[in-house]
C-alpha cells in the first residue's frame, strides 16, 4: 500500500533520510555528550550502561543483549546525557523565576534548566519555591497525610523510571496508609495489553526473551516505531532479517527504520551506504484498523491454510474455540476490509506468511493499545496464536514492548490500584497488618477524584503527569486542585507548576549516579520487557549534596508518616538488601533474590504462559468472540460526526525523534523530515489539497466530543506525509489538548489518543501558535 503520489511536500522527501541508524545516529549522540556540559563523564557511561556491573539506560524497557562492546542507541544516550548534566536548578533559579513566569515557558526549556538541586516548597505568599530542609519537608507531609479523613484522599502516582526498591516501598507504604490508589503511566500506555493478555493467556506480560527475536521466522510488528521509541529494537529485528526471519510491519505511518536500518554497531553499515531491509511487507491499515486485519489474517488461515490450525494445541490448551470460529467465519470480507483499510489480497498474502511460518512473534506497542477497542484487538492478535499453536516454543510468542525502563517492574512490585487477593493476603500475613482490600484510583479515576476535590494530595514518584495525561485544560486543573503536589523528580517540569495551595519539589538522584547509603554504595533493580531482572549501579557524583535517592525518600516519608511500623523504614533505606529480602518473602519468582543478582545478566521471572500454564479462572487460553466494533467512537459522538457537513479526520498523537515519552530533546524529528518545529500535523497529500491546503499551511485544529467542548489548536503546520487517507497525525504533549478526558478505552481507562476525530481548516493569517500564547 505504498503511496507513490509525488505530491508528497518537498520538505519531507528532501530531508527524510532513506535509512535509519548509521552516522547520522553516531552524531546525534556526540552533539547530546557536548551539549551536557560532562562529555568524559558521559563517555564512561555510555561504556557501563546496559553491562553487568553498569547501569540500566533510564530510556526504554527493551532488554540488554550479551553480544557487542557498546549497548546504547541514539536515544539511550540522549537520555544519559539529559540526566548527567552539568546544569542545575536551585534556591537561586527560583528565587529568580515564579511559578507564574515558569509557566509561560515551554516544556522543552523547562526541562533543558538542568538538575534539581535542594528541595523546595512552594510559597503561596511570594509565588516562588524556596528552600525547605529534607526534615521539615518530610515532616510537612507527614502532617498532611494525617490529617486526610480517608487514606483514599491521597493520590500513589508512580513513573516507569522508579526501580524495584523504591516501587516496592512505595506500595507498601500506601497499603500500610491504608489506600489501594496507585496511578501510574502503565494506565496510559500498556494497561490494554496486561488486560487483555491477562484474559487470554492469564499473565499479563509478553511470553518470549530476547533470544527468542533470533530464531523466529516471522516478526509480526503492529503499532510502534522502535526507529525512535526503542532504538536497540531495531539491532534485534536487523539481526533477525539477516538470519532469513520476515518481518511484517502493520503500521499507520511509513517510518524509515522499519524500511531500511544501517546499525551503528557494523563498521561497513556505519560508514557506508549499505544498510538491511527490514520490512517483508509494510501494510499501514486506518488508525484503529488492525483488529479487523488481524481478524483477516484468521479468516484466511480457516479458509486457505486449515492445515496450519493446530487441533492439538486447541484441544489441550484452550476454551472457545467453536464461538471464535464462528464469528470468524460469520465476518464479512467487506467489513474487514472496509475497517482495516487494507485491501483483501495483501491480507491474504500477510496471513500466508503467519500460516507458513513454524515459530511466530508478535510484537506490540501504544499504536494498538490507546483506542477504544484496545483490549479486544490484543485479544484478537491472542487469538491467532492460540488458533496455530504459536506459543511455549522458542522463537514463538506474544511481545507488547514496554517504554519506560523499569515500568514493568513497577507493576511486578505491586504499584496496582487492583491488587489480586493473594498478593494482599500475602502482605497482610508476612507484616502483621492488615491491607486495604478494595479496588483504588487509576489515573483517569485520580485525575476525576482530584478534580472534584475528593483527593486532596498527589505524590507523585517520578513523571511528569502534566503533559503525560490527556485533555491539557482538565488535567492542569485537577493537578492545581490538590492540596498538596509533592513531585520526586529529577528536572523541572509543568506538573511542578500546577500548584494553587502547597508545594514540594523532592530532588532525587538518576541512574547514571553513585547511590550511597550508611551500608555503602547500592544497587537498585529493574525488570526488561522480556522479564530480566537485573542489578544497576551509577558511576557518576551526584549533581548534589542534597538530593537523595527515591527509595531513602520514600523510606523517609513513611517513616515520618508511621513510624517504625510495620517495618523499620530508615534501616531498609540504608541497605537496599533488606528489601529485597522482603521481596524475596512476599513476590512470586523472587526467591533468594540478592543471591540471584550475582547471576551474569541477571535473571528471568518465569511466564507461566511461555510455559503453557494458564493462571486464569478456568485454567485454560482463552479464545475471544468480540464482534468488529461499528465504530471508534462512543455512540454519542459518532451521532454528532454524522451531523457534521464538513470533512472528519482521524488523529493520532505520537513521539518525535528528539523525544522519549513527555521529555524532548530538540526540535527535530529527523526520520520524519522535520526541523525546528513541533506544533506540526501529518496529513495525505490528498486531503490537503482537498481541504485547499498547500504544503506547510498553518492551520487550526478542532476535536469532536460528545460533551460537545470545544478543544481547539491553532497555528500549526500540515506536513504532507505517507499516511492513509483520512488520518492525521501529531505530537504529544502539544496535541493533549484534543484529547476528550472522557474518551477511554473499554476495561483499560487509557486515553484514546491514537483515534481522535478533529476538523481541520486553513488557518487565518493572524492565528498565533499554541506555544506563542
Known sequence: MKNNDSALNKNTKDNKPNKAGGMPSVTSTFKQ??????????????????????????????????????????????????????????????????????????????????????????????????????????????????????????EFYTSGRASNEAS?????????????????????????????????????????????????????VFGQNPGTNHPRM???????????????????????????????????????SK??????????????????????????IFERYPNSIS???????????????????????????????????????????????KRVITTWAMGLTQHKHSVATIREISN?????????????????????????????????EKPNKGMLDKFSQFFDHAMPQESGHNVFSALKALDNKESKVLIALG??????????????????????????????????????????????????????????????????????????????????AMCMSETAIVANIAFSTLGNKPVNWLELASDYDGIRDLIANTIDGFANFNEKLSQPGGFHLANSAAELQWNTANRRANFSNATLPLSLFSDETEALLQEKKVPIFTLQTMRSHDQYNTTIYGMDDRYRGVKGDREVLFMHPKDGKKLGLQDMDSINITSIWEDKQERKLVGFTVHFYDIPRGNVAGYYPELNPLVAFDSVGCESFTPT???VPVVIEKATEHAIPVSQK
Open 275 to 300: 544498510s538491511v531491509d527490514i520490512s517483508h511487507l509494510y501494510l499501514m491499515p486506518k488508525l484503529g484498523g488492525d483488529m479487523a486485519f488481524i481478524r483477516g489474517i484468521a479468516k484466511t
Open 234 to 272: 531495531m539491532n534485534a529485528l536487523r539481526k533477525a532479517v539477516k538470519g532469513g526471519c520476515k518481518i511484517v510491519t502493520v503500521n499507520n505511518l511509513r517510518e524509515v527504520a522499519l524500511e531500511k536500518f544501517a546499525s551503528p554497531q557494523s563498521p561497513m553499515e556505519l560508514l557506508t
Open 753 to 755: 489518543s491514537k483515534s
Open 463 to 544: 513523571g511528569n503527569l502534566a503533559a503525560a495525561a490527556p485533555d491539557t485544560k482538565f488535567t492542569h486543573q485537577a493537578i492545581s486542585n490538590a492540596e498538596l503536589n509533592v513531585q520526586i523528580s529529577t528536572k523541572l517540569n509543568r506538573t511542578h507548576l500546577l500548584v494553587e495551595d502547597d508545594a514540594l519539589i523532592l530532588p532525587c538522584l538518576g541512574r547514571t549516579e553513585v547511590d550511597e547509603q550508611s551500608a555503602g554504595k547500592q544497587n537498585i533493580t529493574v525488570e526488561d520487557t522480556f522479564s530480566m531482572v537485573h542489578a544497576s549501579a551509577g558511576n557518576t557524583p551526584p549533581i548534589s
Open 33 to 154: 555528550l557536548v551539549q551536557s556540559k560532562r562529555v568524559k563523564s558521559n563517555i564512561k557511561n555510555l561504556l557501563r550502561v546496559n553491562k553487568a556491573g553498569g547501569f540500566d539506560c533510564p530510556g526504554c524497557a527493551w532488554g540488554d543483549s550479551r553480544e557487542g562492546m557498546l549497548h546504547f542507541c541514539e536515544n539511550g544516550a540522549k537520555a544519559i546525557a539529559w540526566e548527567s548534566t552539568e546544569q542545575t536548578v536551585g534556591p537561586a533559579f527560583f528565587k529568580k523565576f515564579s511559578v507564574k513566569k515558569l509557566k509561560k515557558q515551554s516544556d522543552y526549556w523547562l526541562e533543558y534548566q538542568g538538575r534539581i538541586t535542594h528541595p523546595m516548597r512552594y510559597s503561596k505568599t511570594s509565588g516562588h519555591y524556596e528552600e525547605i530542609s529534607w526534615h521539615d519537608a518530610f515532616q510537612l507531609i507527614a502532617d498532611k497525610l494525617n490529617s486526610l479523613t480517608s487514606p483514599n484522599e491521597v
Open 311 to 357: 487441533a492439538d494445541f486447541i484441544q489441550t490448551h484452550t476454551q472457545g474455540f467453536e464461538d471464535y470460529a464462528r464469528e470468524v467465519k460469520q465476518t464479512p470480507w467487506v467489513n474487514i476490509v472496509e475497517q482495516s483499510g487494507i485491501d483483501q489480497a495483501q491480507i491474504m498474502q500477510a496471513a500466508n506468511v503467519f500460516a507458513h511460518s
Open 168 to 220: 516496592y516501598l512505595y506500595q507498601l507504604f500506601g497499603r500500610c496508609f491504608g489506600t489501594n490508589n496507585f496511578p501510574d503511566c502503565s494506565n496510559m500506555c500498556h494497561e490494554a495489553s496486561g488486560i487483555a493478555l491477562s484474559q487470554s493467556v492469564g499473565v499479563g506480560k509478553g511470553t518470549v526473551v530476547l533470544d527468542d527475536f533470533y530464531v523466529a521466522d516471522a516478526i509480526f
Open 384 to 416: 491467532i496464536h492460540l488458533l496455530t499453536g504459536q506459543l511455549g516454543q522458542a522463537g514463538a510468542g506474544l511481545c507488547p514492548v514496554r517504554g519506560h525502563s523499569n515500568v514493568q517492574g513497577n507493576r511486578t512490585m505491586g504499584i496496582n
